[in-house]
């Protein structure tokens, strides 16, 4: 049985910057196993699980790719001056939300992934406004401007750490009222949280065709992950999973949280399998939202155009404040998500294309 507030938990509060993810592998694998019948890291770091299909003949089965990226947005030391750290950003990180946050500065150490020192807490902090220049309060302080302060004399800093080192946020998910959970990360390690669940659903249901969750690597940064993936599994069809922009009190948009999956439709998301996901979710009475996209923007690109082509549909995520440490999911979205993608899977046949 999958607890999805405490998975979503687990899976959020843990590190795993853009390009850095090996932090993260084994707790993914760990949540992988227990619902699929194998699971192995690929050579550039995503983790990939395998749901087999019934024998359904001599033929080997189709195979259906879900694609959830588990990287994180962050920063990285871009240099020292006097015991404070200058940084820069790792994948889309907003410079509006840094000011005043908490972090953890992580050292590498001595490159060997041995004795690897304990993360350094440290704060971006600015100068008080009784002491800025008139008018510079007014600006939007840029990632030239910022600097991380961890306490420390010059000296020990300049012993410690090092220019490349990674800067995560220093949060906890937090529960909300109404079913909500707000945190870092939640792009997109909901969706990661939602394959678990569609494996832990496949568990009871009877499908044909092969079902092979990846979570990928490096797609705030290159898309990394999802492009070597559709490359080696060559699948048949594909379901990328990502967060989309939700109703907020300073942004007015059709979709919410708590009103289902977003379906996307629109030229590069494949008519026929598109339509299947809206036929599954009116199957199981489920409430779902439609958002047109013309595509590019997620793991769906790069699986779409991976050697000969890709039909490929992408099931977003309701999420508010993209891109900050408080992150906001309604948690019944990401459970119907996963149950979605496991009655779609097992509806799959030959004539799936026809």
Not at 128 to 133: D, E, Q
């Amino acid at each position: 049985m999958v607890q999805t507030e405490e998975l979503i938990q687990t899976l959020t509060n843990a590190v795993g910057l853009s390009g850095y993810e090996s932090s993260i592998h084994q707790l993914i694998q760990s949540r992988f196993e227990p619902v699929s019948d194998e699971v192995r890291i690929s050579k550039v770091g995503s983790v990939m699980a395998w749901k087999r299909s019934a024998p359904a003949g001599d033929s080997p089965a189709k195979r259906l790719m879900l694609a959830a990226h588990m990287d994180e947005i962050g920063l990285i030391v871009s240099g020292i001056e006097k015991g404070f750290l200058r940084v820069t950003r790792v994948g889309g990180t907003d410079a509006r939300h840094m000011l005043g946050q908490r972090v953890l500065v992580h050292p590498q150490g001595d490159g060997n992934g041995k004795n690897k020192p304990a993360p350094i807490p440290g704060v971006i902090g600015s100068r008080p406004p009784h002491v800025l220049p008139p008018g510079e309060g007014q600006n939007v302080v840029q990632f030239d401007d910022l600097f991380v302060d961890v306490g420390l004399p010059a000296r020990q800093v300049e012993r410690l750490i090092q220019v490349g080192d990674l800067v995560s946020f220093d949060t906890q998910t937090t529960k909300l009222k109404g079913d909500r959970l707000t945190g870092k990360a939640m792009d997109n390690r909901v969706a990661v949280a939602a394959e678990v669940i569609c494996l832990n659903e496949l568990q009871r249901l009877k499908h044909t065709w092969d079902v092979v969750a990846v979570a990928t690597v490096g797609e705030e940064t290159s898309f990394l992950g999802a492009k070597t993936a559709a490359y080696e599994l060559r699948p048949d069809a594909a379901i990328a999973i990502d967060v989309t922009f939700a109703a907020q009190h300073d942004y007015t948009t059709h979709i919410e949280l708590g009103k289902g999956p977003v379906i996307t439709v629109g030229p590069n998301y494949h008519p026929k399998l598109t339509q299947r996901l809206i036929d599954t979710c009116k199957r199981l009475e489920m409430a779902y939202q439609i958002e047109p996209d013309i595509g590019g923007g997620t793991d769906a690109w790069p699986i779409q155009v991976s050697r000969d082509g890709v039909p490929v549909v992408l099931i977003g995520v309701p999420l508010r404040y993209m891109h900050s440490p408080v992150e906001t999911v309604h948690v019944k979205d990401v459970e119907r998500i996963g149950r979605l993608m496991a009655h779609f899977a097992a509806g799959l046949d030959d004539k799936v294309f026809d």
